[in-house]
Each structure stands twice: as C-alpha cells, then as structure tokens.
C-alpha cells in the first residue's frame, strides 16, 4: 500500500502528534485493517511455512460462529506439499484479464483450503466470512498478506488434495509484492479496481455515504 495513503490515514484517526507506543498495547485494528489489502503478487523468496499457516489458521478456535456450528475445517498447502500445483487450479484478477495475473514469478504457493462439513448455507457464508478476514488480519499481524480465491476448479482441487470434503474457499498467503492503494468514491462511481503506473488502486465509498 502506498505509504503517503498510510501517513494519511494514520493522522485521520490518530492525530499528526508524533506516536507514543504505550508498553504492552498491540498493533491497532485500523492499522491491521488498512494494511491487509488483496495481494496478486507475491515475493517467492520469502517462503512461507507451516507453522505460519497454523498460526493463521488459530483464529478459528477464538472467533464466532453462525449458531456457534462451527463446520469448517481447513487444510494447509505450502510450497512443499504441492502449492504450486495448487495455483495452477486458481484465477486471479478476473476484473484485469488483459495482464494475466499473477505475473510470472509472483504466483502464491502457500494456500490455505476452507471446507465445509455441511453444504452451503447463509450460516455456512457467516461463518466464512468471520474466518477469512479473520485469518487474513492474522496474516498481516505476522507480516504477511493473502487474498480469498472464489476462482478455482473445485473437483480438481479436491482430487489433487485427496481432501475428504468439499473446498468452499482458498486463502493464498505470502509475502504480498504489490504497491496497492484505496482511493474514495461516490456510491454511483465505479467500484472495479484498476492499475495505474504500477499500483493497484482499490475504490471504497467513503463513510458519510455508507451512513443511511
């Protein structure tokens, strides 16, 4: 993200005061919030390993739960337990078909697989979204960036990761490589994110208007 938008945002909600960190106060909500932006690219010298998806993955015993049903499980997917051959089953970037994301030698190869023990449901959709941003706002805690996939041939997926149920979701997890920027809109502008010089530019409708 770019950092003029983060020094921005950052006097916004805190004030252009120099920080104080007080001793013992975490990273703060909107801090974690601002930084955990949809990564297309990743920088595949920073592997990530399994211990880094089970720490992303340990939200889940702590977060709510539609009816508290609780029916996801997880499986975790790294470079060396087939995370290549994984991305090859994903699409990304469908609102920019003409740059062919990801770009050659920015592919993700550490994914974290969401199933479901019972079919899709409202509750089920609930409980998916508590999970990824959950997961997602974990990742960038611990220095690293993801992206949901919807996108993805889900027999495949299945077949490759002999997975006992079926995928719901993918979560992508690295260490993201794009420079990635919020700008603000009106309810009626367009809300497709674009690239521009390099950035990617992500439209949010400011506050005042999502009030009713």
Do not use: W
Not at 42 to 52: E, G, I, L, P, R
Not at 80 to 101: C, F, I, R, V
């Amino acid at each position: 993200m770019a950092d003029n938008y983060l020094e921005k945002r950052y006097e916004e909600v805190f004030g252009s005061g120099k920080r104080v960190v007080k001793k013992g106060c975490g990273v703060s909500l909107d801090s974690l919030l601002l930084r955990n932006r949809s990564h297309r690219g990743y920088d595949k010298s920073q592997a990530v390993t399994m211990d880094q998806l089970r720490t992303i993955v340990g939200v889940n015993d702590k977060i709510p739960s539609a009816r508290n049903q609780q029916v996801l499980r997880f499986r975790l997917v790294t470079r060396e337990n087939g995370g290549a051959a994984l991305q090859k089953l994903t699409k990304l970037g469908s609102a920019l078909p003409e740059l062919h994301l990801p770009f050659p030698g920015t592919e993700p190869e550490a994914f974290i697989v969401i199933c479901t023990t019972v079919p899709e449901s409202k509750y089920v959709d609930i409980d998916l979204g508590i999970s990824l941003q959950s997961m997602l706002l974990k990742a960038v805690e611990i220095g690293l960036n993801g992206i949901a996939i919807g996108a993805f041939d889900k027999d495949a997926v299945k077949e490759l990761l002999s997975l006992p149920l079926d995928p719901a979701l993918l979560v992508a997890i690295g260490k993201g490589s794009e420079k990635i920027q919020l700008t603000r809109i009106s309810p009626e502008e367009s809300h497709a994110y674009y690239r521009k010089e390099g950035i990617h530019y992500v439209p949010k409708i400011h506050l005042d208007d999502l009030l009713i």
